[in-house]
């Protein structure tokens, strides 16, 4: 077909990936790895050829025909499939092809899903083609009436696969963005943390799931098949709960690169979706939050960690683009709410949900038969949310207005600095005093009545880390003095900082 | 009216200023050459224009609409071309303005023949079934100033578009330049080829550490009286100099060796009677040369620069 008249396939971003990625002879290749190992394993083979080629005696023999097919499909999708996704926009960047699509009229969604699904189409070929192939390896060695099983078994397999590309694709978008904020020009992002998370994620699901129904690899009937959980009251079988997970996170990985696709075409972007992700996901969660049980509370307090963690993780991310911060502080200042709303940071945007998840733990804490008080739990909750906050404001006085260099060196010596060398310093100063601190830990959370005192020493200790000592004074106040100063110290480097570049006439 | 209308642009990279309140309007239909030492800021600066970085604080406006309000508006009506483009290698030239020209929406009837056009203008026809990665790098810049061209937009921003071309290449970027003035496109180019830029451009725009230097309409400068002179005097001395100086009309700017570079704001006939009373005041003159209103002239009268007659501007 001349390319004259001819409309792209899906989007144009996609039209160019087929032209790239495939050749006749590619297409050709695609099958011959499925197909030679079916011949080796099965019997298509006949007269002479039969008894050099096939090993397969029964029907039985075909185990390791779905099995090595599985095995391809893996390599293919998973692995090969998780470095093209995390290669499509280091391409793009270092090729210096990107401000050509920033610059034109394509939206988000068909740049979203042109990149990841255009990057990836030659592995999905070789996945596709493997999968029939599979289908009959698995049915002739099960017997016909497992065809349903065999699909459910490609369904997963097809979902790890889709699921850990687009992990590692959003990883590589967060990189780049990441990475744009901290240099204002580099924007190259990285390949090789995106894949490894992306195989990562893909190989939990692959192996976790697929493997585990297939009875190509497992003979053990799958422990989520027959498990049952409840969510929000409602009982439903796990592999229903994990499916609707499956989903659930799909849908937001897609959406997240949707929103930084967003951004990098300069739509305006508020932190609206973030919060909705952040919301989603703890009401996702909270589903499966059991309040019938004693550690009704505890769930909620992983919760909290969970709200929490998010939060810190983006906020150290977020800590050099002090070009936004600026933004922000003149659009404060102007009292323009809507620019104050789009320059505002993901982990300001996630704190409200932080400390909502720190409300609704203290109020489903028992009154009684705790190890830990009510109010040391609080506290120690509040120590952990203030920790968080004078790591990320420290970290933001080290790199907010800097070069973007030495970025990693930067945040290795904080911590080494702040958990490590300063808390050891003081151990030394203390000798004999030794504290078997894990196991008191861990104590606090098990169900035995009556409140434990907290060793002498941990009640010095609260300068450095988090811990459940009990009252305010002793947990909280230390911390809060060093968020305070830190805090300090921030926006008076910010104020030297914006006097030193502030508007000049010319 | 305003093309292009920049107010109090200030851009920051992290840990620096790049802009400094930059305020500036480019009339519709005008060819502007963004001129300036390395380092001054005119990349940053055509970026934010073309919608593809946030500014710290300001405002640009393309054709009436705010860059910050609606970039993707402002996208659909400008074409840039970076000066560090990327081609997809391994795509055909037409394949690589058929993805544009489908990135930027255009109708599926629209495409084909969009696409040939372009293949034409930008003389690419004859290699339009090669790869990318094989062209030369002339025709890697007129493939690039295609694919900005695709949606034939209002407003074209090329920066250091003639950079690695050789003379030929070069010779055919001016006559496409010539051409879409003549179509009333709105161009900023930027370069650091100031006698090439004179060819076409109406308007200069002088870049110096993140400021805008000076902003003069080229046929104003044209039309002024004052013509840059440059006398030689066998064995120039201070002697020579306070009588060059006491002539009516004359300033001496620079001396450098035999030969004063001067600013001379009187007529043909002035400067005939000027000559022979310098002869007259046995000032041993051995040469006069009046420059023409060049670019360069304009360049150096704004940034205060010495003209080494190289031809370059920085």
Known sequence: MSEKKMRYIFTPEFHRYIWLKFSPFRLLAGPVVPVLWLMLCGNFASGPAREILTVARSPGDFAPASGGLMAFFFIAVAIWGCYEAASALRDEVKGNTWDFLRMSSISPWPLVAGKLFGATSYTWYLGLVTLPFFLYAYVADHGAETLGEALQVAGYMVAAGVIGQATAFLASFI???????????????????????????????????????????????????????????????????????????????????????????????????????????????????????????????????????????????????????????????????????????????????????????????????????????????????????????????????????????????????????????????????????????????????????????????????????????????????????????????????????????? | MAMISVEGLNFDYPGSRVLHDVSFTIAEGSVTAMVGPNGAGKTTLLRCIAGLEHPHSGRVAIGGTDVAEDPRRVHRMTGYLSDFFGLYEGLTVRQCLTHMAWCHNLPAEDVGPRVEALLAETGIAHMQDKKAAALSRGYRQRLGIGLALVHDPALIILDEPASGMDPEARIALSQHIRLLRKRGKTMVISSHILNELEDYCTDMLVIQHGRVAQHLRLSEFAARPTRILRIGVLGLGVAHLDKLMAQPMLTVVTQEGDFADCEYTGTLQDQQKMLQALLAQGVPVFSLSASGHTLQDAYMTATGAKSDKGGGGS
């Open chain 1, 175 to 506: 990189d780049m963005v990441m990475l744009a904020g901290r240099t204002g020009k580099n924007r190259v992002p990285r390949v090789i943390g995106p894949f490894i998370l992306g195989l990562v994620v893909s190989s939990q699901l692959f192996f976790g799931l697929a493997v585990q129904v297939g009875r190509a690899m497992s003979a053990r009937p799958a422990y989520f098949l027959h498990h049952h959980v409840t969510w929000y009251g409602q009982q439903t079988v796990q592999q229903a709960a994990m499916t609707a997970g499956m989903a659930f996170a799909l849908f937001w990985l897609l959406f997240g690169a949707y929103r930084m696709a967003r951004a990098e075409l300069m739509y305006r972007v508020t932190p609206v979706v973030w919060m909705l992700f952040l919301a989603s996901l703890l009401g996702f969660l909270c589903g499966f939050v059991q309040p019938r049980l004693f550690y009704y509370y505890m769930q909620l307090f992983g919760l909290f960690i969970l709200s929490l963690g998010i939060t810190y993780g983006v906020m150290i991310l977020e800590a050099s683009d002090g070009r936004k911060y600026a933004r922000f502080s003149d659009a404060l200042r102007a009292g323009d709410w809507r620019r104050v709303f789009e320059n505002m940071h993901k982990w300001l945007a996630g704190l409200p949900f932080v400390l909502a998840m720190y409300v609704m733990t203290l109020t489903h804490v028992p009154e009684a038969g705790l190890h830990l008080s009510f109010e040391a739990l609080g506290c120690f909750m509040l120590a952990l949310l203030l920790f968080a906050l004078r790591d990320g404001l420290v970290i933001h006085m080290a790199l907010t207005g800097g070069d973007g260099k030495h970025v990693t060196f930067k945040l290795l010596f904080y911590y080494v600095l702040a958990y490590l060398l300063l808390p050891s310093v003081q151990m030394a100063a203390s000798p004999g005093r030794a504290v078997d601190f894990m196991p008191w830990f861990f104590s606090l959370f098990s169900y035995v009545p009556g409140h434990v005192e907290p060793p002498p020493l941990l009640r010095t200790m609260t300068f450095y880390y988090p811990l459940p000592v009990g009252s305010f004074t002793a947990a909280v106040l230390p911390v809060l003095g060093e968020a305070l100063l830190a805090a300090g110290l921030l926006f008076w480097r910010l104020g030297r900082k914006r006097a030193e570049s502030g508007p000049e006439k010319s």
